[in-house]
């Protein structure tokens, strides 16, 4: 039997933040110019015809998988994914598992018996039918550039990467009933990376030297998957990755507004720098990802406009905030193109440590930015009777993941009452949150 989807309605995806501070007398009646907008941030979603079994209540809903041949093993990869998700050693794990680590290497290389699901499951805070699925997208240490301390541990860098791959998990099933923007990155392997960050502002139509929309959103219309990490210490903050095809970016927002919206500009630069940078000393992917991260968010020529040379810290503090940026970021970039002498460099990150800048500055930004694709996906998801819960049934790992995941997104939009934030010891007020709505 044919069957026939209707199409949903279409729903609009840009931003209209202006941005206007005061940039004190040397600017009298002058703005600085509106936040970035363009065709190029704005894209469409629309549900997707259903490919599920068609015996289910719900099509959107996968049919329940069934252990019953006790001659099939369970799924090698997704047993590697469940330990290091839970941050546990191969010793730590077979202690609870009542095996010998030995044991759970064969698991982990060749499957476990079907027999041993419930025992694992438990252990690992997963359902049997994940461990029984077929498919398991892996990710490979070398597969990635961990923005990080300099000491990770290894159970540290395992929590990211198998966050990473039920990442993959979780896109793939809302991919299968979403059609979301398709990869839109300019390939500038080998380029200068200032060069390719006004490179890329110029492909996207985002101007030579305008403030940046929401970075999460930009990046959403451009087909990058952005998903949060879960909370793994003073370690790792974010990373990037390619997977057939699409490119992911992952965060941990456990610093600063204006620091993870750096990390997600680092991140696209190693995407847009580094998709066949084996060659390359990861160092030097680091140094060309923060160059990128700088020149892009703010631009040399935003520094020669707005700033003037050995610019004070009140007039730093002003232009930072309409970039949305740290001070300490702003600094860097003006002294990068000299813009700042040495001296003044020196003496404004000295003023930033003694005024306790750190952690929180005046003007900063007031909450995380959002995702705009989330709340879309899960308002026509709830339209159709289906929960976070459901989700996470369905893949077969806890709600609580697909939460961090997804950036926290709540499954009843964006609340519009007024809430207090407090990111590392600084309380943040933010402006009233709107509601998404569909676009009839």
């Known amino acids: 039997m044919t069957q026939v989807h209707r199409a949903l309605p279409k729903i609009g995806y840009y931003s209209t933040t202006e941005i206007k501070p005061n940039l004190g007398p040397r600017f009298p009646g002058r703005s600085i110019v509106k936040t970035a907008t363009s065709q190029a941030f704005m894209s469409e979603f629309y549900l997707t015809p ?26 090698p990869d997704r ?32 499957g476990a018996p079907v027999r041993k699901a419930s025992g694992l499951a438990d252990t690992f805070g997963f359902t049997t039918a994940f461990l029984d699925k077929a498919e398991c997208p892996i990710i490979t240490e070398t597969d990635v550039i961990f923005r990080a301390g300099r000491k990770v541990s290894a159970a540290t860098k395992g929590v990211a990467i198998a966050a990473g791959q039920l990442g993959f998990l979780l896109d793939q ?33 985002l101007g030579v030297h305008a403030p940046l929309p929401n970075l999460i959103q930009l990046c959403e219309s451009k087909g990058i998957r952005v998903y949060g990490l879960p909370p793994v210490g003073d370690a790792v903050d974010a990373f990037s990755c390619w997977n057939d095809g699409v490119p992911f970016i992952f965060l941990a927002r456990r610093r600063t507004p204006e620091s993870v919206r750096f990390d997600v500009a680092h991140e696209l630069g190693h ?28 631009p040399q020529t935003a520094i020669s406009e707005y700033l003037p040379h050995n610019a004070p810290l009140n ?7 309409s970039f949305q940026i740290s001070a300490a970021a702003a600094i860097y970039a003006a002294h990068k193109v000299g813009q700042l002498s040495d001296w003044t460099y020196r003496k404004l990150y000295g003023e930033l440590e003694r005024r306790g800048f750190k952690f929180g500055e005046p003007g900063g930004m007031t909450s995380y930015e959002r995702s705009r694709a989330f709340p879309l996906v899960f308002e026509m998801l709830q339209d159709r009777g289906i929960s976070i819960s459901d989700i996470a049934d369905d893949l077969g790992f806890p709600s609580e993941d697909v939460h961090i995941l997804t950036l926290q997104t709540k499954l009843h939009g964006i609340n519009t009452k007024q809430q207090t934030t407090v990111t590392e010891g ?15």
């Open 79 to 110: 047993i590697q994914t469940a330990r290091l998700r839970r941050g546990l050693s191969k010793t730590k794990a077979a202690q609870l598992l009542g095996i010998t680590p030995r044991t759970l290497s064969t698991y982990e290389k060749s």
């Open 271 to 298: 995407l847009i720098l580094h998709s066949n940078s084996a060659m390359i000393p990861k160092s030097e992917c680091e140094h060309q990802a923060n160059e990128f991260a700088s020149e892009f968010l703010f």
């Open 426 to 440: 600084v309380q943040h007020k933010p402006k009233p949150k709107r509601n998404f709505t569909v676009v009839k």
């Open 173 to 205: 099933w809302i991919s299968s009933r979403f059609n979301l923007p398709e990869p839109d990155l300019p390939n500038l392997c080998g380029h200068d990376p200032r060069l390719a960050a006004q490179l890329v502002r110029q492909s996207w139509g």
């Open 315 to 321: 007039k730093i503090l002003a232009v930072k905030s």
């Open 50 to 75: 259903s490919a599920m079994p068609s015996t289910t209540s719900n099509p959107w809903i996968s049919e329940a998988v069934t252990l019953t041949s006790a001659s099939r093993r369970l799924n």
